[in-house]
Structures are given as C-alpha cells and as structure tokens.
C-alpha cells in the first residue's frame, strides 16, 4: 500500500506545478500575442470553462469514493468503470450540443468559433482520460510524471511556435496539449488494465448530481463576489482584488491537494468501518495534524509578507490589496478546515446531501453579505464576506464531521504550530530591522522561517515531524547498505 504522506507530497507537487507553469509562460505569450489576441484567448477559456466544467458533473469525485471502496473486486470495478464512463460521454455529449447552441444564440460567439472549438476539446479529452480511475489506485507518481512530461514539451512547442501575434489559434492548441493531452496516454494506459464497455446505470445519477449541485453552490459563490464589486464598482477594484484572488487560490490549491490523496484510502477504508474504524480515525488525525502545521505557518508568512508578495507578484500600484491578502490568508484556513471535513470526512460517509445544504448556507450568506458590504468597502468587502462564509462553512461541517472522527489527539501538534508560528512572526520583525532588498528579504523570511519553525517542532518532539524525520532517515540507511 502506497505511502499517504508520499501521495500527499506527490499530489501537492502536481498542483504546484500547474500553478508555476503559467506563470512561467505568461510573460512570454503576453508579449508575443498582445493585449487584444491574449483577450480574444481569455474570453473564449472563460466561455468554454462553464461547459467544462458541466461535462464534469460531480463524476470525479463520486467516481474516486465508489470505485475506491471496490477496486480489488476486478469484476465490479471494470463494471463501476464502464458505468462511470457512460455517464461522462453523455454528459460531455450533451455540453457539446449546448456549446454549439450558444454559438448559434449568441451571434458574437461566432466570432471566436476556431478558438471556441479547438479549447473545448477537454471536455471529449477529460471523459476518455479517466483520470479518477488512476486515482482511485492512488497512482499519483504516474500522474504527475505524466504531467510534467506534457508541460515540459508544450514549453517547447510554446517558444518555437508562438512567435508572432497570430499565433493565438497556435497557442490554444499548445495549451490544450499542456491541459489535457496526457489523457490520450491515460486512454492507452487503461485499456491495459481494465475493458470498459458503453453501460449505462442511472443508479449513478442521483448521487453525482449532488457532488455537482455542491460543485456548482462553491462555483457561483466564488465567482460573485468579482462579479459583484465589478458591478458596483470597477474594472480597477476587480483588479486589486484579483491579486488577492490568486494568492488565496494558491494556498487553497496546494493544501487541498494534499488533503485529496487522503480521500481513495479513507473511502477504502470505509467499505467495512467496523473493522477499520481505527485505521480510519489514525488517518484521519495524521492528516489534520500535517494539515495544521502548514496552514498556521502559511498564514502566518502571508500576513507577515503580504506587502512584500504583492510587490513581487504585481507591483507597487497592487498594494492597496494589502488588506485583502491578509484577510482571505485567514480564509484560506477555514476553506481548507472545511474542505477536510466535508470531502475527507462526511462525503466518505455518504453525507453529501449535509455537504451541499452547508455550501449553499454559505453561498447565500457570501451573495446577500456581498451586496451590504461592497457598495461601501470595495475590494476590501468581497474579502471579508469569502472569511464569514468560509468560517459558518467550515463550523458547520466540523461540528457535524467530528461525529465520526475523534481529533482530540491532535491538540498537542496545534499548540506546537501555534508555538512555532509565533516564531516565524519574531523572525520576520527582525529580517525588518535591517534595510535589504526586496527579492532577499522574501527568500531570508522563508528560508529562516523553515529551518526556525523545524527546529522548534523538534524540540517540542512533535510526533508528526518526528515520524516523517525517521522515514526519510531509515529510507537513506537502507539505500547505503
């Protein structure tokens, strides 16, 4: 059985990835394609995302806590697979058809036909993919390999090809590659392991539409909120904000990357809790502790550094998202506490009807708190109202997650984050006395910050850390014998 905090790293990793590589590439394309053509791109992703994301449904997610609980039953997981399967052709067929509606309906559409076309190729590409089959195997390595592989040659691709305005059909090619071109090797892959048939099971619908209906109560709310301040006010307040936005997406990414390769085990798990209820709870608890001893350091770093990141990230005219970098930090921590206890937790135990009811609690709370708030506060608001609703979110799904796991042994690695974070603060106010350069100043904070906030938890004999130190010492013996 694969290493969870081996998955977790691995999985974390890919999500780390996904984030650098654009960034990497932006500066050049920006250039390259220009303002309008990199618009015209936009605008047709940001279309095309929608019917994507309907494609998807609720299916990876119901796919990976199912096909979990029976993978080593070969018969009913090739059954489950041809099941899932139908369901995402279907569902990928019927956003096909509204895509090409809308083109129809909405005449300007037209205007970006190639573009629309070539970029809603993910939604055929994503279904053939099967990528929940490979993670429900907790074959991470391979998804990541795969990934990087694919990124690494569209970078090629991107710097021979793209080299003139009117490349931006060329572009959105290569991206498409970069996105999902690895499920053509997923395809190959899996006819080895598994014969998937055309098999339609309508027993499967009811529980996905409730994975999408949450997918889609967490879809509306976190896009409101820039819809909302634009709306009121501007296209200079949705840019601030949106700095802010992609500070809080990272973190959340990351994190919620690692909490995700928990999931496969704890839905394995939980096909006989009588018998795993221990193992269950262990999990549980390891991963709430790794969980907490990222997440207040981070915090802690961002709200410390918040200035200095939007001056490295976007400029000296973005520092007026200072506030809300610091507040939506804090929100990241709540978000990713809920996130843990709604998908780790309650999900696992068939409670996604709980899920969605909480999401929707907070969606409405996010909107009704976004008009109150915005037309008054700005940018500053629309952070605020994600902290409350995040916060309602994440008490609501821990009170009712805590019923089925006891996390009380996990108070001491809180204490010792707390402690060690306090740390990371002094350090921080210290590296300011001294009148250094920007890039420096920000590598000194986190690189002190790391080996300071180690030490600590060391020395406190934090069992977590502990156990991680003595993995990575035995791997290293038993490769020098």
């Known amino acids: 059985m694969k290493n969870i905090k081996v998955n977790m790293l691995i999985n974390s990793l890919k999500s780390l990835l996904s984030i650098l590589f654009p960034l990497i590439t932006f500066p050049y394309v920006s250039r390259v394609l220009g303002v309008e053509n990199i618009g015209k791109y936009n605008y047709a992703t940001s ?16 796919a990976i806590r199912e096909g979990s609980r029976i993978k080593d039953d070969k018969e009913k997981i090739q059954k489950f697979s041809s099941e899932i399967f139908t369901i995402n052709l279907l569902s990928s067929t019927i956003a096909y058809v509204l895509l090409i509606i809308c083109m129809f309906l909405f005449h300007k559409l037209l ?64 991206t498409v590659v970069a996105s999902s071109g690895a499920n053509v090797l997923n395809y190959l892959k899996i006819r080895k392991k ?11 619908l009811k529980p996905i539409l409730y994975f999408f209906a949450s997918s889609l109560a967490v879809f509306i709310y976190t896009n409101t909120d820039v819809a909302i301040l634009g709306g009121f006010w501007g296209d200079y307040e949705v840019g601030i904000y949106s700095v ?29 809790y009588k018998l795993n209820s221990k193992k269950m ?23 410390s550094l918040s200035k200095e990141i939007i001056l490295l990230i976007a400029g000296d005219s973005f520092v007026s998202a200072i506030f ?31 899920v969605l009811k909480t999401t929707i609690y907070a969606a409405i709370i996010n909107i009704v708190l976004n008009f109150v708030l915005i037309p008054n506060f700005k940018q500053d608001a629309a952070a605020i109202t994600t902290l409350i609703s995040q916060a309602v979110s994440c008490f609501i799904l821990a009170k009712e997650g805590l019923k089925y796991v006891d996390l009380r042994t996990t ?19 210290i590296l300011r006395l001294f009148n250094m350069n920007l890039y420096i100043f920000i590598m000194l904070s986190i690189i002190l910050s790391i080996i300071v906030y180690l030490i600590i938890l060391v020395k406190l004999k934090n069992r977590v850390v502990l156990n991680i130190l003595r993995e990575i010492n035995s791997k290293i013996k038993s490769k020098n014998i």
């Open 324 to 354: 809300s970098v610091d507040v939506l930090a804090i929100a990241a921590a709540f978000c990713i506490f809920g996130y843990f206890f709604g998908n780790a937790i309650l999900i696992i135990f068939n409670r996604e009807k709980f």
């Open 47 to 62: 279309i095309v995302s929608y019917f994507v994301f309907f494609a998807g449904l609720g299916i990876f997610n119901y």
């Open 411 to 429: 108070y001491k690695t809180f204490l010792h984050s707390i402690t060690g974070t306090s740390f990371i603060l002094l350090i921080i106010q």
């Open 244 to 272: 802010s936005v992609k500070v809080y997406t990272i973190i959340v990414s990351l994190l919620s990357a690692a909490i995700s390769s928990l999931i496969p085990r704890m839905a394995m798990y939980s096909k006989d």
């Open 111 to 174: 205007n970006y036909y190639d573009l629309l076309i070539i970029l809603s190729l993910p939604i055929i590409l994503n279904a053939i993919g099967k990528e929940w089959y490979f993670t429900i195997y907790e074959e991470y390595g391979y998804l990541t390999i795969r990934y990087i592989v694919f990124q690494i040659i569209t970078l090629i691709l991107m710097f021979l090809f793209v080299k003139q305005k009117g490349d931006y059909i060329t572009y959105a090619i290569i």
């Open 194 to 204: 598994v014969n998937i048939k055309l098999t339609l099971n309508v027993i499967h």
């Open 281 to 303: 709870n262990d999990l549980a608890c390891e991963t709430f502790c790794i969980i907490i001893l990222l997440m207040f350091p981070i915090m802690a770093g961002i709200t």
